[in-house]
Protein backbone atom coordinates (compact mmCIF):
# COMPACT_ATOMS: atom_id res chain seq x y z
CA UNK A 1 0.00 0.00 0.00
CA UNK A 2 1.19 4.10 -0.57
CA UNK A 3 0.23 6.47 1.91
CA UNK A 4 -0.24 10.08 0.42
CA UNK A 5 -0.15 13.35 2.94
CA UNK A 6 -1.33 16.60 0.72
CA UNK A 7 0.11 19.88 2.02
CA UNK A 8 0.63 23.42 0.29
CA UNK A 9 -3.59 24.26 0.30
CA UNK A 10 -3.94 28.28 1.62
CA UNK A 11 -5.96 31.30 0.59
CA UNK A 12 -4.91 32.91 -2.57
CA UNK A 13 -6.84 35.78 -4.15
CA UNK A 14 -7.74 35.16 -8.56
CA UNK A 15 -4.69 35.13 -10.47
CA UNK A 16 -2.31 34.06 -7.66
CA UNK A 17 -0.60 30.94 -7.46
CA UNK A 18 0.17 27.92 -4.96
CA UNK A 19 2.28 24.49 -5.20
CA UNK A 20 0.55 21.63 -3.76
CA UNK A 21 2.83 18.68 -2.86
CA UNK A 22 1.20 15.39 -2.75
CA UNK A 23 4.23 12.69 -0.56
CA UNK A 24 3.84 9.17 -0.65
CA UNK A 25 5.32 6.39 1.47
CA UNK A 26 5.63 3.26 -0.29
CA UNK A 27 8.23 1.53 -2.30
CA UNK A 28 6.07 0.98 -4.90
CA UNK A 29 5.42 4.91 -5.88
CA UNK A 30 7.49 4.58 -8.47
CA UNK A 31 5.74 2.51 -11.04
CA UNK A 32 2.27 4.40 -10.31
CA UNK A 33 -0.07 6.77 -12.11
CA UNK A 34 -0.83 9.84 -9.78
CA UNK A 35 -3.56 11.82 -9.95
CA UNK A 36 -4.71 14.79 -8.49
CA UNK A 37 -8.45 15.73 -8.27
CA UNK A 38 -11.06 18.31 -5.94
CA UNK A 39 -14.08 17.92 -4.65
CA UNK A 40 -16.12 21.49 -3.92
CA UNK A 41 -19.08 21.65 -1.57
CA UNK A 42 -21.70 19.97 -2.63
CA UNK A 43 -20.29 18.36 -5.83
CA UNK A 44 -19.07 15.06 -7.01
CA UNK A 45 -14.95 14.85 -6.92
CA UNK A 46 -13.65 16.26 -9.85
CA UNK A 47 -10.50 14.86 -12.16
CA UNK A 48 -7.82 17.67 -12.43
CA UNK A 49 -4.30 16.26 -13.71
CA UNK A 50 -2.43 13.19 -13.70
CA UNK A 51 1.25 11.91 -14.55
CA UNK A 52 2.05 8.42 -15.49
CA UNK A 53 5.28 6.74 -13.76
CA UNK A 54 7.62 8.01 -17.18
CA UNK A 55 6.31 11.79 -16.57
CA UNK A 56 3.91 11.83 -19.19
CA UNK A 57 0.91 13.90 -18.39
CA UNK A 58 -2.70 14.32 -18.83
CA UNK A 59 -4.63 17.52 -17.88
CA UNK A 60 -8.38 18.21 -17.70
CA UNK A 61 -9.73 21.17 -19.97
CA UNK A 62 -10.50 23.12 -17.35
CA UNK A 63 -7.36 23.63 -16.01
CA UNK A 64 -5.32 23.22 -18.97
CA UNK A 65 -2.60 25.96 -19.40
CA UNK A 66 -2.92 27.18 -15.58
CA UNK A 67 -1.83 23.86 -13.94
CA UNK A 68 1.40 21.79 -14.68
CA UNK A 69 1.83 18.46 -12.81
CA UNK A 70 5.36 17.22 -11.65
CA UNK A 71 7.12 13.99 -10.28
CA UNK A 72 10.39 13.43 -8.45
CA UNK A 73 10.26 9.65 -7.81
CA UNK A 74 13.71 9.88 -5.53
CA UNK A 75 11.77 11.95 -3.10
CA UNK A 76 8.46 10.47 -3.73
CA UNK A 77 6.66 13.41 -4.09
CA UNK A 78 4.13 14.70 -7.01
CA UNK A 79 3.67 18.79 -7.02
CA UNK A 80 0.92 20.48 -8.61
CA UNK A 81 1.97 24.11 -9.44
CA UNK A 82 -1.38 26.11 -10.33
CA UNK A 83 -1.48 29.60 -11.54
CA UNK A 84 -3.64 32.47 -13.03
CA UNK A 85 -6.10 31.13 -10.05
CA UNK A 86 -9.67 30.97 -10.82
CA UNK A 87 -12.77 31.59 -7.77
CA UNK A 88 -14.23 28.40 -9.33
CA UNK A 89 -10.90 26.69 -8.55
CA UNK A 90 -12.02 26.82 -4.93
CA UNK A 91 -12.18 23.23 -3.76
CA UNK A 92 -10.06 20.01 -1.18
CA UNK A 93 -7.71 18.65 -3.50
CA UNK A 94 -6.83 15.24 -3.17
CA UNK A 95 -4.09 12.90 -4.43
CA UNK A 96 -4.60 9.60 -5.44
CA UNK A 97 -2.53 6.17 -7.19
CA UNK A 98 -3.40 3.54 -9.65
CA UNK A 99 -1.93 1.11 -11.94
CA UNK A 100 -2.85 2.83 -14.78
CA UNK A 101 -4.45 6.17 -16.30
CA UNK A 102 -7.37 6.45 -14.45
CA UNK A 103 -9.74 9.65 -14.51
CA UNK A 104 -12.46 8.83 -12.57
CA UNK A 105 -12.92 8.68 -8.68
CA UNK A 106 -14.33 5.48 -8.06
CA UNK A 107 -11.29 3.66 -9.65
CA UNK A 108 -9.15 4.48 -6.88
CA UNK A 109 -8.58 2.99 -3.62
CA UNK A 110 -5.74 5.22 -1.99
CA UNK A 111 -5.86 8.56 -1.00
CA UNK A 112 -4.55 11.39 0.87
CA UNK A 113 -6.40 13.65 2.93
CA UNK A 114 -6.72 16.59 1.13
CA UNK A 115 -5.71 19.96 1.13
CA UNK A 116 -7.94 22.96 1.10
CA UNK A 117 -7.37 25.31 -1.59
CA UNK A 118 -9.45 28.99 -1.58
CA UNK A 119 -9.56 31.18 -3.54
CA UNK A 120 -11.21 35.01 -3.47
CA UNK A 121 -12.77 37.01 -5.61
Known amino acids: QVQLVESGGGLVQAGGSLRLSCAAS????????VSWFRQAPGKEREFVTTISPGGTPYTADSVKGRFTISRDNAKNTVYLQMNSLKPEDTAVYYC???????????????WGQGTQVTVSS
Open 26 to 33: GRTFGSLH
Open 96 to 110: AVARYRYTTSNAYDN
